[in-house]
């Protein structure tokens, strides 16, 4: 049997499904060791895997960090330049000692340490994304956060798209300086830019998503294969007071900035609790550990509470509004409910852009999320057939997908 490293970064929605992924493989009889930040030690060993820490060393309870990387502008660019590039050498080191033994690696899109690991030691290694925002077809361009406006030029044809790149690769180019260097000094050729092309393995390239979302594009990576959200369930229980909750009335509508938005809420609670007051429904709001997130004067019927099991509160809802983050998003599609999006940084603007062209959801990006667009918006998710059909139906497609079941077959066979 074999020992899969599996590299990830950043929020829980990058953790969770290499959790998926980490229990379909010790289904088999294999040891699945996953090396992410040290803050997810307990959860990850408490699921019973084999955990390493991989720097560098970021808490989501960071506040005042976890704000600037929620920034619509440069939100990217500090994961980049400021976090990731400059700490290329530790997480190398990090994941050579992960590597020990080991019989492939699996790298997320910002683990740019992981191609090099798998370079010096020989070992196979695959390449995952999360969302079609990674791949930034030509065919198929994504909304991109810094300039969501542009867009608008997709109708022109691929060439906007190639030269919207061609841009950005110049604009980002001295983000990974740092990581350039560092192959050079391993002896290693320069290969291609780790942000684009240098993320995907020759191996093969998974994306973790389904394909209601995004589909295969002939500019994507020959060998990439589109396998489903890998789904983690379980590994957070269900507060029993929202239980009670939920089963004292009719459906509420949830709201939930997930865990890193949450942490840049603004005034995105209080002005839900507003637009809940005038609808006079049911509500649930996923505040995080932020007293500051829960609205002064919250109406009769609505709870506020730290956090909740996606997989478990979604399916209960009648309209889920979130961040669009791709966690959050793949639950919100698998439990069938309309959406309405709240878009902030990095790949959230592009899944809110995609599921609204699904039919299932609506957006509001921050700067006009205001009680009265939100009630209005939610008026329209609540009443209107179309988007409660079409999200059933989105729903039950994605629930038959194998994300995990998928994925790992591909990583098994690239052993």
């Known amino acids: 049997m074999s020992r ?13 499904p290499s959790l998926a992924i980490a229990t379909r493989l010790k289904a088999l009889g294999h040891t699945p060791v996953i090396a992410s930040c040290p803050y997810y030690q307990s959860l ?56 020990e033994g080991a019989d492939l690696i ?25 969302s079609p925002l990674s791949f930034f077809s030509s065919y198929d361009f994504p909304v991109l956060p810094n300039m969501p ?33 560092f192959r050079a000094e391993l002896g290693l050729p320069r290969g291609a830019d780790p942000l684009y092309e240098g993320q995907f393995s020759p191996h093969g390239t998974l994306a973790l998503f389904s394909r209601l979302l995004g589909d295969r594009q002939r500019d994507w990576p020959a060998n990439s294969r589109v396998t489903g959200f890998p789904f983690s369930n379980g590994a957070i229980p269900m507060p029993a007071e ?27 609670y209080d002005e839900s609790a507003q637009a809940i007051a005038e609808l006079k429904c049911r509500a649930v709001l996923l505040v995080g ?20 099991p996606h ?11 979130h961040q669009g983050g791709a966690g959050t998003t793949g639950q919100a599609m698998r439990a069938g409910r309309p959406e309405l999006v709240a878009p902030h940084a990095h790949d959230q603007p592009d899944n809110a852009y995609r599921v609204k062209n699904l039919g299932i959801a609506r957006v509001l990006y921050p700067t006009r999320y205001t009680a ?25 497609q994605v629930r038959a997908e194998t994300g995990a079941e998928s994925a790992v077959a591909a990583m098994l066979a690239a052993i």
């Not at 991989?54 to 980049?80: A, F, H, K, N």
């Not at 406006?149 to 604009?171: F, K, Q, V, Y």
């Not at 997989?311 to 889920?320: E, T």
């Open 372 to 396: 009265s667009r939100v009630a209005d918006e939610l008026k329209t998710l609540l009443s209107e057939k179309r988007y409660i059909e079409r999200a059933d139906m989105v729903g039950r």
């Open 106 to 130: 699996v790298s997320h899109p910002i683990t740019f340490a992981a191609p090099l690991v798998a370079a010096k030691l020989k070992l196979p290694w695959v390449s995952t994304v999360l």
């Open 44 to 99: 990850v060993t408490g699921e019973g895997f084999e955990f390493r820490p991989l720097r560098p060393d970021v808490s989501p309870d960071d506040t005042p960090l976890i704000r600037r990387i929620m920034e619509p502008t440069r939100g990217s660019e500090i994961i980049i330049r400021e976090l990731i590039s400059p700490t290329v050498r530790d997480s190398y080191e990090d994941l050579v000692a992960a590597a």
């Open 149 to 181: 406006s542009a867009i608008a030029l997709r109708h022109l044809g691929p060439w906007t798209g190639r030269l919207l790149m061609t841009i950005a690769r110049r604009i980002t180019a001295p983000w990974v300086a740092p990581v350039h260097a």
């Open 289 to 308: 550990r932020h007293p500051e997130n829960i609205p002064r004067h919250l109406p009769p019927h609505v709870m506020a509470i730290d956090s909740a």
């Open 4 to 16: 899969i490293v599996l590299a990830c970064w950043g929020s829980y929605g990058d953790l969770f």
């Open 242 to 268: 929202l239980s009670a909750f939920l089963d004292a009335g009719e459906p509420p509508v949830v709201f939930t900035l997930g865990t890193s938005a949450v942490s840049a809420a603004g005034s995105f």
């Open 311 to 321: 997989d478990q509160l979604f399916p209960r809802a009648a309209v889920v509004v």
